[in-house]
Nanobody
Framework: QVQLVESGGGLVQAGGSLRLSCAAS?????MGWFRQAPGKDREFVAA????????YYADSMSGRFTISRDNAKNILYLQMDRLKPEDTAVYYCAAAFRNWGATTPRQADFGSWGQGTQVTVSS
């Protein structure tokens, strides 16, 4: 288990950008971002493996969102560009401790979760 602390959420106009950060207290196999909009299930956004930097994206966000990590500081980032009102959600950082395989990771692959940070995109 590691402790995860997200930051960087806020209010932005449609078309704008935000960068989320997640500080991890230790090293993991990989980390990811999920989000949950009001009245909807939590969904996968992006993930990255810590050592080799393999990236995975949800189809709807590929090209607008970029996941990255700073190995030295144990910080995960999510750069979100061309934001849309439907991107409004609470964004969660999560840590995985085992290889989730070659396919898109699932929520069950992640063992530690942050408290979430609110992103609101106004139209």
């Amino acid at each position: 288990q590691v402790q995860l602390v997200e930051s960087g959420g806020g209010l932005v106009q449609a078309g704008g950008s935000l960068r989320l950060s997640c500080a991890a207290s230790g090293r993991t196999y990989g980390m990811g971002w999920f989000r949950q909009a009001p009245g909807k299930d939590r969904e996968f956004v992006a993930a990255i493996t810590w050592s080799l930097g393999w990236r995975y994206y949800a189809d709807s966000m590929s090209g607008r969102f970029t996941i990255s990590r700073d190995n030295a500081k144990n910080i995960l980032y999510l750069q979100m560009d061309r934001l849309k009102p439907e991107d409004t959600a609470v964004y969660y950082c999560a840590a995985a401790f085992r290889n989730w395989g070659a396919t898109t990771p699932r929520q069950a692959d992640f063992g530690s979760w942050g408290q979430g940070t609110q992103v609101t995109v106004s139209s």
